[in-house]
């Protein structure tokens, strides 16, 4: 069974950075998209960014671009989210997904329903 694993949050101060990492294990996809999305508490979960297989296309939410990067390396077979400039309500879990797609270049909306395999997500605390 596919399986997601996140790692790499923990507290930070505001304005700090972290590189949070999602693996990618036991598949036998072709191409598939990855997505990072948080849950702040008690709020909905939000999609932050997503990225194609091939990396030619990734998409933002409004709220973290120029702070947020997403990449993939796929002969690690992982992806990444840097987030820099932390403000604290960037607080939440953050939890990867990955979507199916036929083709390397392809990229669907970075939504919650749009995904077909979950990580358990890694807490990023923002406080000073």
């Known amino acids: 069974q596919l399986h997601l694993v996140e790692s790499g949050g923990g507290l930070v101060q505001p304005g700090g950075s972290l590189r949070l990492s999602c693996a990618v294990s036991r598949f036998t996809l072709d191409y598939f998209a990855i997505g990072w999305f948080r849950q702040a508490p008690g709020k909905e979960r939000e999609g932050v960014s997503c990225?194609?297989?091939?990396?030619?296309?990734?998409n933002q939410a409004a709220s973290v671009k120029g702070r947020f990067t997403i990449s993939r390396d796929n002969a690690k077979d992982t992806v990444y989210l840097q987030i820099d400039s932390l403000k604290p309500e960037d607080t939440g879990v953050y939890y990867c997904?990955?979507?199916?797609?036929?083709?390397?270049?392809?990229?669907?909306?970075?939504?919650?329903?749009?995904?077909?395999?979950w990580g358990k997500g890694t807490l990023v605390t923002v406080s000073s």
């Open positions: 990225i194609s297989y091939d990396s030619s296309i990734t």
């Open positions: 997904a990955l979507a199916e797609t036929r083709k390397p270049y392809e990229l669907g909306p970075c939504t919650s329903s749009g995904m077909h395999y």
